[in-house]
């Protein structure tokens, strides 16, 4: 449907830009399952999108508690610490981003499933390749 199309991506902006997963999934999460029927082939992709949206938010964002407390624990700088986070972080959101548009527009939560473990393999195969961010 498009009706779900069009909302899985704005799920994911919006989450994405409110930084803590808890208070995502409180307040999103509740949205998201009143708009989808549980029959609707979209509405666990809808839940997931919402879900990884949170977590996306929560590696990225400076002011996340589990950012602080991993970086404290591992005794690093904090800012780095986040500074390393966003290139895993926003290659798999990115990927999520397009299967979650492919769901959206063919209503199949199994083609954007095999579409993301594909785009998943051949990034890192090309991110390996190219040695990008290693030093030489």
Avoid at 41 to 48: E, I
Avoid at 92 to 120: E, Q
């Amino acid at each position: 449907s498009i009706f779900g199309g069009g909302l899985v991506p704005w799920y994911i902006f919006n989450t994405k830009y409110l930084h803590f997963h808890n208070s995502v999934i409180a307040l999103i999460l509740p949205i998201v399952v009143g708009v989808f029927n549980e029959g609707d082939p979209l509405f666990l992709v809808a839940v997931g999108a919402t879900l990884a949206g949170a977590v996306y938010g929560d590696h990225i964002s400076p002011i996340s508690d589990t950012t602080i407390l991993s970086s404290a624990g591992a005794k690093c700088n904090h800012l780095r610490h986040v500074a390393t986070q966003l290139p895993y972080a926003t290659t798999v959101m990115v990927v999520c981003f397009v299967c979650y548009i492919v769901a959206g527009f063919t209503g199949n939560p199994w083609i954007s499933l095999v579409l993301g473990a594909v785009l998943i393999v051949v990034t890192v195969k090309i991110l390996h390749k190219s040695n990008i961010g290693m030093k030489k």
